[in-house]
C-alpha cells in the first residue's frame, strides 16, 4: 500500500533550475544572504519604481481632467462640487471594497506593520488593487489623504509578491517589504536616504546590515525610476532657506514643544475617531467621511487632496496669518474623517501640511511681535514639517533626512534635531502616544509590538539551521537494511508509522547502540526478524512538519502550538510530492537566538 502523502528525500530528479532555485531558497533562509538579497532589492526597487510612477499619472491625470488649471486647482470649484466630490469618492470606494476586498479594510502602512508582525510580510494582489484604486479615488475626489501611505503599501506589496512568486524564505519576503517600503517613501519624494530610514525605523523597526544593504539599492532604484518619469522636481518648491541666528533656538524650542502638542492631538483624534466608529459598518464609515469632508471643502478648499501646493506655497511665505491658522484647523478635522473613518489613503501628507501651517503660524507670529528679529517665515515652516513628520509617526531620523533631502541644505540638521527631537520627547513622553500607525492599529485590537528575540528569531529561516544528515525509514525494518542506513552516517531517522505519516524522530546513535546489544544477543541460528524502530528502547520525539519557507520564529510558536520538541521541514517541488530538506529541534531553535 503506497503512503498516503508522498515524500521524497533526494533532489536527483529536478530540472537544472529548479535546483538552482532552490540552491538559492535555500541560501537566502541564513540571516547573511547579502548579494543574493541585494539583487531582489534592486530588482524590487524597479518595479516599486513602476507602480509608484502608474499611480501617479492615474492620479494626476485624472484629476487634470476634473479640475481646471494645475491638477490640484480644488479652488477653481464651486461650494457644492466641493461638498460632492468627496461624498461621490466615498460611494466609489464603498462600491469597490463592498464586491472586491472580501473582508480587507485597513490598507496603507499599518496594514504593511500588521502583516509583518502575524504574517510574515505576506500581502495580497487583492490589497495591491484595492489600494492602487481606492487611494486614486480619493485622492482625486479631495479627500484630505496623502499618497506616500498607498505608495509605501504599493511598493511593500509589489516586493511581497515577487518573494512568494519566487516561493522564497519568509525572512527574506520580510527583507523584500522593507525594500518596497523603501522604494516607495522614496519615489514619493526622489529622496531616497530618507526612505531608507523609515522602512528600518518604522516598518522593519531593526537595523541589520543584511537588511540596510537591499533597502539602499530598492530606494535609489526606485527614485531613478521616478526621476526618469517626471524629472529631478522635488516634490515642494523650496526656495532658500535662511537659518535664524543662535538667539533664535530657544524658538526652535518652543516650536518643538508646539509640535509635539499637536501631533498628540492629532494622534488622539484619529484613534479615538477609529475607535469609537468600529460598530459602524464599513461603508457607513466611509460614507460619514465622505459628509464630513464635503461640508470641510466647501468652506475651505485648501483641505483637499494632497495639498502638495499649499505646502510650497507656505515654505515659501506667501500664506497669511489668518489663512494659514484656519487651514491648520480644517486640515486637522478632514484628515481625521478621511483616515479616521477608513479612506484608504496616507497620513504622511497630512502630517507635512500641519506642519508647514503650524510652522508657518508660529514663524508669522514672532514676525509680528518681534519684528527686529526678521525671521523666516519658510525656516519655521520647513522645522514645523519635520516635526510634526518625527512626532506623529515616531520616526525621527526619518523626518530629519527627509528634511535634509528636501532641502539640500547640511545647516538645516541642527536646528532641526532640536525641533525634532524635542516635538518627539513630548509627543511619546509627555503626552504618552505611540506613532499614528500604531495608534490606528491598537484602536482596533492589534498589538504589533516584537521583543528582541522575536526580532532575532525573523531574520533566520529553518532551512539555515535544520540538520540535513536525516535518512528516511518505516517503522519496521530488517536488520541489514539498518544496516545500510547507518552506513550513511545520519543524524536522525525520520520514522514512519503503519499509516504511512512521519510522527517520530530517533537520534541515529540510539539505533547504533541497539544493534549493538542485538548482535551480540542474536543466535546465528537465528531467523532474522523484522525491527520495529517505535517498540525498542531508545529516546524518540515527536515531529511534525513545518514548510521550508517558515523563519525560527514560525517554527518556535508551530513547536509550542503542537506541543513537540522537532520538526521535519518539507517543500512541494513536483506537483503532489512533498520533498523534505532536513530536520529541526527545539535546541537548535534556541540556540539561534542565544549565540546568533
Same mark, same amino acid.
Given at each position: ?60 491625470? *485624472? ?30 470606494? *464603498? ?68 518573494? %512568494? ?20 517613501? *522614496? ?187 526678521? !525671521? ?11 516635526? !510634526? ?82 535518512? %528516511?525509514?518505516? %517503522? %519496521? ?105 532536513? !530536520? ?13
Amino acid at each position: 500500500m503506497p503512503p498516503t502523502k508522498k515524500i521524497k528525500l533526494d533532489l536527483q530528479n529536478y530540472s537544472w533550475s529548479g535546483r538552482q532555485l532552490n540552491n538559492l531558497r535555500l541560501h537566502l533562509s541564513r540571516p547573511d544572504a547579502l548579494i543574493q538579497l541585494s539583487i531582489l532589492g534592486l530588482f524590487t526597487g524597479l518595479i516599486t519604481g513602476a507602480v509608484i510612477v502608474l499611480f501617479r499619472i492615474l492620479v494626476e491625470e *485624472a484629476q487634470s481632467g476634473l479640475l481646471t488649471g494645475n491638477s490640484e486647482n480644488f479652488e477653481a470649484l464651486s461650494s457644492e462640487a466641493r461638498f460632492v466630490y468627496p461624498v461621490i469618492g466615498s460611494i466609489i470606494i *464603498a462600491l469597490l471594497f463592498h464586491f472586491f476586498s472580501k473582508g480587507i479594510h485597513v490598507l496603507g502602512v499599518a496594514r504593511v506593520m500588521e502583516r509583518m508582525a502575524f504574517h510574515q510580510g505576506y500581502l495580497t494582489l487583492r490589497g495591491f488593487f484595492l489600494q492602487f484604486f481606492g487611494a486614486a479615488v480619493a485622492i482625486v475626489s479631495g479627500h484630505s489623504v496623502g499618497r506616500e501611505g498607498p505608495n509605501v503599501f504599493l511598493g511593500a506589496a509589489s516586493s511581497s509578491i515577487v518573494g %512568494q512568486f519566487l516561493g522564497l524564505p519568509n525572512n527574506s519576503i520580510r527583507t523584500l517589504v522593507g525594500c518596497g517600503t523603501a522604494g516607495g517613501i *522614496a519615489a514619493s519624494f526622489d529622496t531616497p536616504l530618507a526612505g531608507v530610514i523609515f522602512a528600518l525605523e518604522v516598518v522593519m523597526m531593526e537595523y541589520t546590515l543584511v537588511s540596510f544593504m537591499p533597502i539602499i539599492l530598492a530606494a535609489g532604484s526606485a527614485t531613478s525610476v521616478s526621476i526618469f518619469a517626471f524629472g529631478n522636481h522635488p516634490a515642494f518648491i523650496i526656495p532658500e532657506i535662511h537659518q535664524g541666528a543662535l538667539i533664535e533656538l530657544p524658538l526652535v524650542i518652543i516650536l518643538g514643544l508646539l509640535a509635539g502638542v499637536l501631533s498628540a492631538f492629532f494622534i488622539e483624534l484619529l484613534k479615538t475617531v477609529a475607535y469609537r466608529s468600529r460598530k459602524l459598518s464599513f461603508s457607513s464609515k466611509l460614507l460619514l467621511s465622505g459628509v464630513i469632508v464635503g461640508f470641510i471643502a466647501a468652506i475651505e478648499p485648501g483641505v483637499m487632496g494632497i495639498g502638495y501646493d499649499t505646502v510650497s506655497q507656505t515654505l515659501a511665505g506667501g500664506m497669511l496669518l489668518k489663512a494659514l491658522f484656519i487651514l491648520l484647523i480644517f486640515k486637522l478635522f478632514a484628515t481625521v474623517a478621511s483616515v479616521g473613518l477608513g479612506i484608504p489613503g496616507g497620513v504622511i501628507g497630512p502630517a507635512l501640511f500641519l506642519g508647514a501651517c503650524l510652522g508657518g503660524v508660529f514663524g508669522l507670529l514672532i514676525r509680528l511681535v518681534f519684528p527686529e528679529l526678521q !525671521v523666516d517665515t519658510g525656516f519655521y515652516s520647513l522645522l514645523g514639517m519635520g516635526a !510634526v513628520m518625527g512626532a506623529s509617526l515616531q520616526a525621527p531620523l526619518a523626518a530629519l533626512t527627509a528634511m535634509m533631502e528636501l532641502t539640500h541644505s547640511p545647516q538645516i540638521i541642527m536646528p532641526g534635531m532640536i525641533a525634532i527631537v524635542t516635538a518627539n520627547l513630548t509627543a511619546s513622553e509627555f503626552f504618552r502616544k505611540k506613532s499614528l500607525f500604531i495608534s490606528m492599529l491598537e484602536a482596533n485590537d492589534v498589538n504589533v509590538y516584537a521583543n528582541p528575540i522575536t526580532q532575532t528569531l525573523r531574520r533566520i529561516g529553518v532551512g539555515s539551521v535544520m540538520s540535513k544528515a536525516l535518512v %528516511q525509514v518505516a %517503522q %519496521q525494518v530488517k536488520p541489514e537494511k539498518i544496516k545500510q542506513l547507518l552506513s550513511e552516517s545520519p543524524e536522525w531517522l525520520l520514522i514512519a508509522d503503519e499509516e504511512h505519516q512521519y510522527n517520530q524522530l530517533m537520534p541515529a546513535i540510539e539505533l547504533v547502540r541497539y544493534m549493538e546489544q542485538f548482535i551480540e544477543q542474536q543466535d546465528e541460528s537465528e531467523e532474522q526478524e523484522l525491527i520495529d524502530l517505535l517498540e525498542i528502547p531508545a529516546r524518540r520525539l515527536s515531529v511534525v512538519p513545518i514548510h521550508l519557507q517558515a523563519t525560527l520564529e514560525e517554527a518556535l510558536t508551530e513547536l509550542d502550538r503542537q506541543n513537540v520538541n522537532a520538526l521535519y521541514v518539507e517543500r512541494m517541488n513536483t506537483p503532489g510530492i512533498m520533498h523534505i530538506y532536513g !530536520v529541526l529541534t527545539r535546541e537548535q531553535v534556541e540556540s539561534a537566538y542565544q549565540f546568533k
